[in-house]
């Protein structure tokens, strides 16, 4: 009975470690932010590599995701006709869920292993122990620029990834469905409120924290030799995933229930 309860009990205890690893990792970083020295050659860096480089990988997402929106709403509504709720929905779902979390994910697929990869490279390459000895903080030179890069232009990446998502809805809706343009577009800017909007870039904002703070814990505590960074990159991307979608659950749960 004792070695039962061991055996259940010791992936929870290392689960926990593990979180509280992570938490004193985050609170480190954050912590780090705003005191000098800041490096803001690696912080534009960050935010090129991060935002502009993911921009037309949201975009493609966005797109035929607010096209497929657009289909199957259309579908479910008429047969309740109530086909004219397709402007709406679509834009509220774009807005408030779809576009931050596909965002997230996808920016999580691209940054989180890209950053675990390469943190984890400079690592078994002993590039970190020579931060530490020119006197250089790994983690402030590292890892606080992107988790910042991050956590600035992801709000950015989901605001035009609700723009494209919603073009997507609309190109479908005119061309396959049979919408009015003008009145989709009115039906679009009546039912959607600011509010949808702001707590879509409030989850993008959450959600780039939580990829690079991933892909940076992991790299950073990735394990010697090749397979040490393929597990990093790996974990990193896992983690980040799952995280987005639970952060999303909170969120939501935050925002929209009275």
């Given at each position: 009975?004792?070695?039962?309860?061991?055996?259940?009990?010791?992936?929870?205890?290392?689960?926990?470690?593990?979180?509280?690893?992570?938490?004193?990792?985050?609170?480190?970083?954050?912590?780090?932010?705003?005191?000098?020295?800041?490096?803001?050659?690696?912080?534009?860096?960050?935010?090129?590599?991060?935002?502009?480089?993911?921009?037309?990988?949201?975009?493609?997402?966005?797109?035929?995701?607010?096209?497929?929106?657009?289909?199957?709403?259309?579908?479910?509504?008429?047969?309740?006709?109530?086909?004219?709720?397709?402007?709406?929905?679509?834009?509220?779902?774009?807005?408030?869920?779809?576009?931050?979390?596909?965002?997230?994910?996808?920016?999580?697929?691209?940054?989180?292993?890209?950053?675990?990869?390469?943190?984890?490279?400079?690592?078994?390459?002993?590039?970190?122990?020579a931060l530490?000895?020119?006197?250089?903080?790994p983690l402030?030179?590292?890892?606080?620029?992107?988790?910042?890069?991050?956590?600035?232009?992801?709000?950015?990446?989901?605001?035009?990834?609700?723009?494209?998502?919603?073009?997507?809805?609309?190109?479908?809706?005119?061309?396959?469905?049979?919408?009015?343009?003008?009145?989709?577009?009115?039906?679009?800017?009546?039912?959607?409120?600011?509010?949808?909007?702001?707590?879509?870039?409030?989850?993008?904002?959450?959600?780039?924290?939580?990829?690079?703070?991933?892909?940076?814990?992991?790299?950073?505590?990735?394990?010697?030799?090749?397979?040490?960074?393929?597990a990093a990159?790996?974990?990193?991307?896992?983690?980040?995933?799952?995280?987005?979608?639970?952060?999303?659950?909170?969120?939501?749960?935050?925002?929209?229930?009275?």
């Open positions: 009975m004792t070695a039962a309860f061991g055996a259940l009990g010791r992936p929870v205890l290392q689960a926990l470690a593990a979180l509280g690893r992570v938490a004193l990792f985050a609170a480190s970083v954050l912590g780090h932010i705003l005191r000098p020295p800041f490096y803001l050659r690696e912080l534009g860096l960050a935010v090129l590599q991060i935002g502009w480089f993911s921009l037309p990988v949201v975009g493609l997402t966005a797109i035929f995701t607010g096209g497929a929106l657009a289909l199957q709403i259309y579908a479910g509504g008429s047969r309740f006709n109530a086909e004219s709720v397709v402007p709406s929905i679509v834009a509220i779902g774009m807005t408030r869920e779809l576009g931050p979390v596909l965002g997230g994910l996808m920016v999580a697929a691209r940054v989180a292993s890209s950053i675990a990869a390469e943190i984890g490279t400079m690592k078994v390459t002993e590039q970190i122990d530490v000895t020119l006197s250089t903080n402030k030179y590292l890892a606080v620029p992107r988790v910042l890069a991050a956590t600035l232009a992801m709000p950015v990446l989901v605001a035009a990834g609700d723009a494209i998502g919603i073009m997507g809805g609309w190109l479908v809706g005119i061309t396959r469905l049979d919408f009015n343009s003008a009145a989709y577009l009115k039906n679009t800017v009546d039912f959607l409120e600011g509010w949808d909007v702001g707590s879509g870039l409030v989850k993008g904002a959450v959600f780039g924290f939580i990829v690079a703070l991933m892909g940076c814990y992991h790299g950073m505590n990735s394990a010697r030799g090749a397979q040490g960074v393929g990159t790996k974990a990193a991307v896992v983690s980040a995933s799952v995280l987005i979608l639970a952060a999303n659950y909170v969120l939501t749960e935050v925002f929209f229930t009275t």
